[in-house]
């Protein structure tokens, strides 16, 4: 059965294996449907198009990886703090999926070798791609789309990569700093669009950071990072 939404996805749906493909197209309708009720930027808006260019079908998925839940409690923590209307689409969608999200922890493989991405990034991060190349449920050769997670009071050091990149924030508590500019909180539902190379850092407070990350292309660049700026 093929259909398009109302926001122009064309899903393509199959007996076999439906309900978890169901699961995840579900996730991504909702991060679109956000995305263009909330954002006039037209770099961001370039990006949900490109977005919305990717099949959700069985015919475009990837080989399955197991799912695992790491970092579990403080996952469903900050879940749990997600209350704006405007998020619950994106919030339930996610929490229907919790059982069967894959996720993996950067060891500093999206850095350039030698990286010294810092312990607390090391220890509290974690991302599940629902399109990408190889771990993304859907496949694209370019396009990543996923959730990206830090534990509280991480710190996100100053770093900068070729691929333009989307952000919408799900919880609060986390600041932001672009290049020299001061520290900034973005609250949950915030879009955040990030220019090729553009240095940003991220500072998380009490409630662990939890937000859906986009790399439209260049996705398979190494990230730099960039010496501390002085505070």
């Known amino acids: 059965m093929v259909f398009k939404t109302n926001h122009g996805i064309r899903i393509v749906m199959f007996s076999s294996n439906s309900q978890k493909i169901f699961i995840f197209q579900k996730i991504v309708v909702e991060i679109i449907k956000y995305i263009e009720l909330h954002s006039s930027n037209k770099n961001s808006l370039q990006i949900l198009e490109d ?4 099949q959700l079908s069985e015919q475009n998925k990837n080989v399955e990886h197991s799912e695992n839940l790491l970092k579990s409690q403080s996952l ?3 879940l749990s703090t997600i209350i704006s209307n405007d998020l619950l689409g994106i919030r339930n969608s996610i929490l229907s999926a919790l059982g069967q999200l894959y996720w993996s922890v950067d060891n500093g493989d999206f850095y350039e070798k030698n990286s010294e991405v810092g312990k607390g990034y090391l220890n509290g991060n974690m991302n599940t791609e629902l399109i990408g190349p190889e771990k993304g449920f859907f496949r694209s050769d370019q396009l990543r789309l996923g959730l990206f997670f830090l534990e509280s009071d991480t710190f996100y050091a100053d770093h900068m990569h070729a691929a333009p990149e989307l952000y919408l924030t799900l919880t609060n508590s986390t600041k932001w700093r672009f290049g020299k500019k001061n520290w900034e909180e973005k609250k949950a539902g915030s879009i955040i669009y990030n220019k090729p190379f553009r240095p940003h ?9 939890l937000s859906v990350w986009c790399w439209p292309n260049s996705s398979n660049e190494k990230c730099v990072l960039l010496p501390r700026i002085n505070e």
Request: aromatic share 12%; proline share 6%.
């Open 201 to 209: 850092a991220m500072m998380v407070g009490s409630i662990p950071f």
């Open 76 to 78: 469903k923590f900050a």
């Open 51 to 54: 977005m919305k260019s990717i």
